[in-house]
């Protein structure tokens, strides 16, 4: 809902009708969505159509659609702009994300760990620019996975209807098994499970346990596939090089973070990754008048702020 919301305000503002067509997981939420926000739109500026992904087809083709927002798969984005291609619809997409953060060795881990939490963990990890692989140097690797576990162990999941739950549960069965996959191959390789990794597959519900999987693998499944669930890889490295080098090489680039004490340090090392955004000292944090969007195979196009209004605009120049 929110994710609609940062696309159809906007649109909106800038004087366009939308046709919001949700994920086939997420169907309810739009239509309340729309529900509510139709108790003060003139009818018809707003519409939302449901079903699978071929209906998502047929409106990227349609000659009467010239604007095209999307949050998703960067799978699917491509078919999107190979379908959109008939009429050259303007597309704004926001794809696939495998965030890297980078701490560097002048931070106290004890410090960080709250931070570093929750930007892997909000929304159980199914957010696109979560943290999704945390690299560690040497001097400082064992206590950052300790502080990280003592306050990862006090997070507490489940149903949430009871209000003390911070977590809960994965959206869909799909989206556990990827996740269960990953860290039983990780578990499989030798790398170390710290917490977690041991979820209860006859329970009631997608609930996969906050997971910290450590002295893995940079080229690990875990660590190179995107997760979108609650189980971070935490990576060694020698050199403030190698950590980038390592952070760059995948073919995503939605958000990154950089961990240190020393502000201009950060700033050094945050110019070199090569993403959309670079987050100091935190991770994930989106603000409406802030451009977000993506580089490499996460997307292109920007949401928030003018440049968000002007992607749901047309220029036209008048002369004379």
């Known amino acids: 809902m929110m994710i609609a919301i940062w696309q159809i305000a906007p649109s909106l503002r800038m004087g366009n009708t939308v046709v919001q067509k949700p994920s086939e997981y997420t169907t309810l939420s739009g239509l309340a ?5 139709n108790t003060a739109l003139p009818e018809g500026v707003l519409n939302t159509v449901v079903g699978a992904g071929d209906l998502g087809s047929r409106i990227v083709e349609s000659e009467q659609v010239d604007k095209i927002m999307f949050t998703g798969s960067t799978r699917t984005g491509k078919r999107i702009v190979e379908a959109s291609s008939g009429n050259l619809k303007r597309l704004t997409l926001e794809l696939g994300g495998n965030d890297a953060g980078i701490v560097l060795d ?3 881990p004890q410090a960080i760990a709250e ?9 159980t990890g199914q957010t696109c620019a979560a943290l999704k692989r945390l690299y560690v140097p040497d001097s400082i690797y064992d206590d950052v996975v300790s502080a990280l576990a003592d306050f990862a162990a006090k997070v507490p999941m489940g149903v949430g209807l009871d209000e003390q739950n911070a977590l809960g549960p994965l959206q869909n069965e799909m989206q556990f098994r990827v996740v269960d996959r990953l860290v039983e191959a990780a578990k499989a390789s030798g790398a170390r499970v710290v917490l977690g990794g041991n979820p209860d597959r006859d329970a009631v519900g997608y609930f996969y346990p906050t997971t910290l999987i450590a002295d893995i693998d940079p080229s690990n499944d875990l660590v190179v596939e995107e997760q979108f669930g609650p189980a971070l890889p935490i990576i060694r490295y020698s050199t403030v090089d190698e950590a980038i080098r390592l952070a760059n090489e995948l073919e995503v680039g939605l958000g990154g973070s950089v961990w240190s004490s020393d502000r201009d340090r950060a700033r050094e090392v945050a110019a070199r990754i090569e993403t959309g955004t670079v987050w100091i000292n935190s991770h994930g944090t989106i603000h409406p008048a802030v451009p977000f969007g993506g580089a490499k195979q996460s997307g292109y196009g920007q949401e928030f702020g003018t440049a968000g209004l002007k992607s749901v605009s047309q220029p036209q120049v008048i002369q004379g």
């Open 33 to 37: 969505l729309n529900f509510i926000l």
């Open 106 to 108: 002048d931070v106290d």
């Open 115 to 123: 931070g570093l939490f929750w930007g892997a963990f909000i929304n």
